[in-house]
DNA sequence: CAAAATTATTAGGCTCACCTAATTATATTA
DNA sequence: TAATATAATTAGGTGAGCCTAATAATTTTG
């Protein structure tokens, strides 16, 4: 398995070949905040291990096998922002805190979390209503008036 | 701030306080999986950063500033546990996870987990029913019968 | 196309948290 | 209390991922 930073260069790479059409020693490593020898010696151990394909001098792409882990990392990383914008974290938040949450979750709660963002997405008015009484109690500490009174037809 | 490693320590010698009355390097090693010498290294750091109070070949304790740390850490850990447990994620695999991402979370994240996890303990009835509609969800991979009709009196 | 500018790589070092093996201190028991 | 067992520490080393400074390749421009 790639290391917790081997898939952080991964996403990286994923997200630049699609937002910029390349990916370039630079730019990742502008991206990722790091400086460029960094990224150099990555790319390398990336390429031993078959997820991109490397030449020096050349930018690089990924392999099939890449393109897999980065998906996965990519599509984990989506799901935990959906998940912490839920509960009313920044975007600009969410979206930092998933590039460090992405790597510490098993399998299973992976598994869970997207299950979990798959049914908020597809029951939106019931789900609406529970997510409007979070953000009311999220904002003033308290339950919302409609909720304490177990009556769930006036809150608007 | 304490890095990621060193609240790890923190949050041991926390618990084997609680659980044993003690925090010995032996125990603390074989809680962490790791071995005696780098808890020797850890609790000189620790000392050095205040955390702790640790003289060599006795028990360790901690301190008023180590001790608001760990119990930082530790409710952080206990929500994020409860959270995934919410999510259907096994007791076992929830403790795993929440002791990885416990380091990875914003300040700002924290605190909404903290309400959402409140809001969940305080609102059992209503709660109780859209947490068994994902239940539902994640088991069969549909919405519930009751909850496609948009009715929420005959789910059950 | 040569000089300059840009981009990437190599060389050599650093820190962190871990390890094993050896040593020293403490505790137990004959 | 001396011998042994246990527990903790020191000494010395490793690998991962980062750094700066120096070098090499590529690209751009006069």
Known sequence: MATQSLEDYLEAIYNSLN???????????SDLGVKAPSVTEMFDKLRKEGF??????????????????????????ENIKKFLELLQVSPKQADKDACKVEHSLSEESI??????????????EEEARWLKHFDYFSAHGELPPAHRDKRDEGEE
């Open 111 to 124: 598994d869970q979390l997207n299950k979990f963002i798959d049914f908020v997405e597809r029951c939106p």
């Open 52 to 77: 991109i394909n490397y030449k020096k001098y050349e930018g690089v792409t990924l392999t099939e096998r890449g393109r897999e882990v980065a998906k996965d990392v990519s599509e984990v990383h």
């Open 19 to 29: 937002r910029r059409g390349h990916a370039k020693t630079n730019e990742i490593a």
